[in-house]
C-alpha cells in the first residue's frame, strides 16, 4: 500500500511562489507515474504536471506550462515548484501516483487512471 502526505500549500499574493511536496511511503516503487492535480471550487479536478520516474518523463498542463516545474529527489519526494501565481491557481493540490508506465506515457493522465492519492493541500493566490 502506498499512502501520499503533501505539504507547502498556503496563502501567498499574486506573482509569488509556494513549493510542494508530496511524500510516498508503505511500498516504494522505482518506477512509477506521480502528478499533481488540482481543484477549484465548482470546478472538476484537473492535471497540473506529471512525471515517470522511470525515465523523466514530465508533462505540463497549458497553464502551468513556463510557471511550474514538476521534481523529484528520489523515490520517496516528489515536488511542484509554483511561480509567478495568480488567483487563478487557487485550489486544492493533490499528489497522486500510478505505477502503470502508460499513466502518463503521453501525458498526465486522467483523475481515473491514478490509484493512489493524498489529502490534498490548499494554496491560495490573493490578488
Known amino acids: 500500500q502506498v499512502r501520499l502526505v503533501e505539504y507547502g500549500g498556503g496563502s501567498v499574493q499574486a506573482g509569488g511562489s509556494l513549493r510542494l511536496s508530496c511524500v510516498a511511503s508503505?511500498?516504494?516503487?522505482?518506477?512509477?507515474?506521480m502528478a499533481w492535480f488540482r481543484q477549484a471550487p465548482g470546478k472538476e479536478r484537473e492535471g497540473v504536471a506529471s512525471?515517470?520516474?522511470?525515465?523523466?518523463?514530465i508533462y505540463y498542463s497549458d497553464s502551468a506550462k513556463g510557471r511550474f516545474t514538476i521534481s523529484q529527489r528520489n523515490a520517496n519526494y516528489v515536488y511542484l515548484q509554483m511561480n509567478s501565481l495568480s488567483p487563478e491557481d487557487t485550489a486544492m493540490y493533490y499528489c497522486?501516483?500510478?505505477?502503470?508506465?502508460?499513466?502518463?506515457?503521453?501525458?498526465?493522465?486522467?483523475?481515473?487512471?491514478?490509484?493512489?492519492w493524498g489529502q490534498g493541500t490548499q494554496v491560495t493566490v490573493s490578488s
Open positions: 497522486a501516483e500510478d505505477l502503470r508506465a502508460g499513466t502518463c506515457f503521453a501525458g498526465i493522465g486522467a483523475e481515473y487512471e491514478y490509484k493512489y
Open positions: 508503505g511500498y516504494i516503487y522505482s518506477n512509477y507515474c
Open positions: 512525471i515517470y520516474t522511470g525515465d523523466g518523463r
